[in-house]
C-alpha cells in the first residue's frame, strides 16, 4: 500500500538519512564540547570530529581540508564568496559577470555590490538554460575580477559547462566561483581540473541536517583572498566567526561520505525513475518537458502543464509533495510568483505559472512514481475539463 503523502521536492530539502542522525546524536550531549576550547578533553574531541568531517567535505570535491570553511548554508557561502572576493580584489576591478538563473543569494549579493559601485553584467541563456561560453568571454573586460556561474540550476536542472569556464577564468587571471548546491553529491566535482576558485554548497541537499554548509576557498594557484562576511574571534581561519555547529558538521561530513560512497548506484536509479515518471508525464496532452534534457540533473524535471494553473494543480494534488520553483522565493502569500528562470528560458507569464518542478531523491519509490503521474494526470484531465478548454494530445 503506498504510503502518502508523496515527497517529490529534494531539490528543496532532503530527509536527515537514518545513518546521518546517528552519526549526529553523540555531539548532543555527550560530546557537547566546543570544538574551540582545546584546554579540556570536550573541545579536543569536538575539534577531532569537526577535522575528521573538514576532510571528508574536502576529498569530494578534491580539495585540501584548510580550503574548507563552514558556514550556516548554502546562502551564507554564496554571499561570503561573491561578496567577500569583489571586496578583497577591489583594487584590480569592479567588474563581476553571472547568469540571469542563479540563486537568489547570488543576484541579491551581486545588486548589493552595485549598490556599492561595481559592475554587474547578468548573461542571458539559451532555451535550454545554458549559458553561452563565447557570450561569457565577450563579456570579460580588464576590470573583470569574478565570474559566478551555478553548477547545476535548482529549478530546471540544466548544467552548466563549469570544466570550460573555469579553464577560462584560469587563463585570464579571473576569480571563477560556482554554486555547486544542488551538485555536490550527485556529480563529480573537482575543483582542480576544473579550475574552481571558489565553491558553495549545503548539507540539506544531500540527506544532512538544515543550517550546516560549507565555501571552498582555494589556498594556492592562486591563493585567493575573500573578505570575512562575519567578523568576531577570527573561528574557521579568520574567515568566519562563531562558535561551529559540531553537530551539524558531523552530520554534514557523513551526509558527504554518505553521498560520495553511492553516488553512482544512485544516479543510476533515480535516472531510471526521473524517465519514468517524465515518459508518464508527457502523455499528458500540453505537457512540455523544461531544461536541457541531455545535460541535466538526473534526478531533476521541471514540466509545464499547458492551460492549468500550478497553484491550483498543488492544490488538488495535496497528498504529492512538489514546487512550482525554488522554494527559496515563495512569497508569504504562497501565491505562484513567476519563475525569472523561466523567463530567462523563453516561458511567458500563463507558461510559468504552470510549471511544476519535480525533485526525486534516495527515498523515492517506483510505486510513488506511478501514484504521482496517475495522480497528476487526473487533476489537469478534471482541471481542463472545468475551464472547458480541449487540448489535441501530443507527446514530446
Not at 209 to 215: R, S, T, V, Y
Not at 226 to 236: F, L, N, P, R, Y
Not at 339 to 345: W, Y
Amino acid at each position: 500500500m503506498q504510503n502518502l503523502p508523496v515527497y517529490m521536492d529534494y531539490h528543496a530539502t532532503t530527509p536527515v538519512d537514518a545513518r546521518v542522525l546517528d552519526a549526529m546524536m553523540p555531539f548532543f550531549s555527550e560530546h557537547f564540547g566546543n570544538a574551540a576550547s582545546l584546554q579540556h578533553r570536550f573541545g579536543w574531541i569536538a575539534k577531532e570530529s569537526v577535522d575528521i568531517a573538514r576532510k571528508k567535505i574536502a576529498d569530494a570535491i578534491n580539495a585540501q581540508p584548510k580550503e574548507i570553511i563552514f558556514t550556516s548554508g548554502a546562502t551564507e557561502s554564496n554571499n561570503c564568496a561573491v561578496k567577500g572576493a569583489a571586496e578583497a580584489n577591489r583594487s584590480k576591478g569592479n567588474h563581476i559577470i553571472t547568469t540571469q538563473i542563479e540563486h537568489s543569494c547570488v543576484m541579491e549579493s551581486c545588486r548589493r555590490l552595485e549598490r556599492n559601485g561595481f559592475s554587474v553584467t547578468y548573461l542571458p541563456v539559451d532555451a535550454f538554460g545554458n549559458v553561452s561560453v563565447d557570450k561569457l568571454a565577450n563579456a570579460i573586460t580588464d576590470k573583470t575580477i569574478l565570474v559566478s556561474v551555478m553548477t547545476a540550476n535548482n529549478e530546471i536542472g540544466t548544467i552548466q559547462p563549469v570544466s570550460t569556464i573555469g579553464k577560462m577564468c584560469a587563463a585570464r587571471g579571473i576569480l571563477f566561483h560556482t554554486d555547486a548546491t544542488q551538485a555536490v553529491g550527485r556529480l563529480p566535482i573537482d575543483v582542480e581540473t576544473m579550475n574552481i576558485h571558489l565553491l558553495s554548497f549545503s548539507s540539506h541537499k544531500m540527506y544532512g541536517p538544515k543550517g550546516i554548509g560549507a565555501l571552498y576557498i582555494r589556498s594556492k594557484n592562486p591563493r585567493v583572498a575573500v573578505t570575512a562576511q562575519i567578523d568576531g574571534a577570527g573561528h574557521e581561519y579568520g574567515m568566519r566567526s562563531g562558535t561551529l555547529n559540531v553537530a551539524g558538521i558531523a552530520g554534514f561530513g557523513k551526509a558527504v561520505q554518505i553521498a560520495m560512497e553511492e553516488m553512482d548506484v544512485e544516479n543510476e536509479r533515480i535516472f531510471r525513475l526521473r524517465n519514468r515518471l517524465q515518459e508518464q508525464l508527457l502523455k499528458i496532452g500540453g505537457a512540455t518537458v523544461n531544461g536541457n534534457c541531455a545535460e541535466r540533473l538526473p534526478n531533476n524535471l521541471s514540466v509545464t502543464f499547458n492551460g492549468v494553473n500550478a497553484d491550483q494543480l498543488m492544490t488538488e494534488m495535496n497528498d504529492v509533495a512538489v514546487s512550482a520553483g525554488s522554494a527559496c522565493t515563495s512569497e508569504e502569500t504562497g501565491d505562484i510568483q513567476y519563475s525569472r528562470v523561466l523567463h530567462a528560458i523563453g516561458l511567458d507569464e500563463n507558461a510559468g505559472k504552470s510549471t511544476i518542478r519535480f525533485g526525486l531523491g534516495r527515498f523515492t519509490t517506483e510505486e510513488e512514481v506511478d501514484y504521482a503521474a496517475n495522480r497528476i494526470q487526473s487533476v489537469v484531465v478534471q482541471r481542463r475539463e472545468q475551464t472547458e478548454v480541449v487540448y489535441n494530445e501530443h507527446q514530446i
